[in-house]
């Protein structure tokens, strides 16, 4: 009986020191969960027979780890074609961080690409279906772990369309992807959109300069969207249908969502744990019934993104803490930091309603060679951005602009001295004009003293463009 007891107890205790020890193990793990086992073969293309027809064909072939890419394009010294595997290779590794996936649970893991100069060449080899299987695409289209490019002249967007087919050949065999076109495709541009760093592939999910993603112009197809007022808004987005078209506004507008729910602090965390789960045609609805989604703020803060996104924007500059602000019934002070986009006044006004703002101080606002740059709340003559001197102070207030659209900050009064009216009832918000992406190297900053001059009639909605 005592025996049978203690070995019950050591039972007992050997159970719970189990447990401990798996529950321990799984949270040690738990950063780091391989979302995905190795796909079934059902779910793979053999590569190895692909390569084999390509080599039949006498077709070029060049591979890495990941990466058996076959091109009828002519060896020539530079064209960047030799490094693309080795470049994937890298993509590879970070695709996996993404989605906390470890590369060694899918170690035969691999792409077959194809980089056509003339379709016929792949037809003709057998590498490219006649049958109506494969719709007629434009660039590039994706099927399990094999994809297709159409081989642009530019080096850079020829990496850029060939990752952007890789993150499709990632997703879909092993996250078995089935999700919205907005998530879709929008994951295939910001896990592909990248630059070159000593040779190496770098995420650069926002392209700091243009020169460094040639030929991509989604920064430049979100611009060309706003001014012309056909936006969408992060609603239509989640409606984008299916295209086997390479449609650059929708994917540009696809591209700002997924940027913005991966990168902006409000966001980033529901996201990532969005993405740890299917990835599946509920994924839109899921993410909106996930804890504290606030639809309203998101489709604002999509706005406020798609309104001041440029080369070199950070959401840790440039995200906007949307704030009511007391009302100005008296004079008022705000100091507005240079280095910071959209900043609140902590001050509100009604429709309507007149003030007068004097701004003083200066600001450091970069350089110019060995110069530092400063400013006053006129801003400097030297730099111009978006029509205005940078440096200078703009405020504004959130709202549907006078010429239509989507809403966004409408700049009510600039520069060190100016009387102004509310154009809604509403926060007022400063900031420096400036690129976004010079934030960094911007400092100090200037205050800024509005005093409210006797209400008046609501007059005209006004706006100025930016
Ligand atoms: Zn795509």
Known sequence: MAIRQRRLLIGWWGKL??????????????????????????????????EATARRAGLRIVSGERLVLVTDRPARAGDGVDDLPRIFDEAFATWCDHYALDPKGVPSWRAFGCLMSDREAFRAAGLL???????????????????????????????????????HAFTLTLRSLAAPTWYTEGIAELLATHRLEAGRFEPTPIPRRADEVEQLGRIEAIRRL?????????????????????????????????????????????????????????????????????????ARDFDAFTDDVDHGYDFSRSAIEWTDGRPLTRRATSFVAADRGWQPSGWSMKEG???????????????????????????????????????????????????????RFVVIAEGE?????????????????????????????????ITPVAAQAPRQRRGNER
């Open 17 to 50: 020191v189990f447990l401990v020890a798996v529950l321990v193990w799984v949270g040690l793990r738990a950063p780091c969960v391989a979302l995905a086992d190795e796909p079934a073969r059902g779910a793979m293309v053999d590569v190895a027979r692909l």
């Open 129 to 167: 279906p006649a049958d109506g299987t494969i719709p007629d695409f434009a660039n590039g289209f994706c099927d399990r772990n094999r994809f297709w490019l159409v081989d642009p002249a530019n080096p850079a967007y020829r990496r850029h369309l060939l990752l952007h087919e890789g993150v």
């Open 226 to 298: 706003r001014v012309s007022g056909e936006i969408p808004g992060l609603a239509d987005v989640f409606a984008t249908p299916p295209s086997p078209r390479h449609d650059i506004p929708a994917y540009a507008a696809s591209w700002a969502a997924t940027a913005l729910l991966s990168g902006h602090p409000s966001h980033a965390k529901r996201f990532r744990a969005l993405e740890s789960g299917p990835l599946d045609a509920r994924l839109t609805p899921r993410l909106e019934a996930s804890d504290g989604w606030d639809g309203d703020l998101a």
């Open 353 to 407: 309603e007149e003030a007068e703002l004097v701004a003083t101080g200066r600001a450091g606002v970069g350089r110019a060679g060995a110069i530092d740059l400063e400013s006053t709340a006129d801003g400097i003559s030297l730099r111009w951005y978006r029509g205005r001197p940078v440096g200078r102070l703009l405020v504004a207030q959130w709202a549907v602009p006078a010429e239509g659209g989507r809403p």
């Open 417 to 449: 001295t100016a009387r102004f009216s509310a154009i809604t009832t509403g926060a007022l918000y400063l900031k420096l004009n400036a690129p976004p992406g010079d934030l960094a190297g911007f400092d100090g900053g200037l205050d800024v003293e």
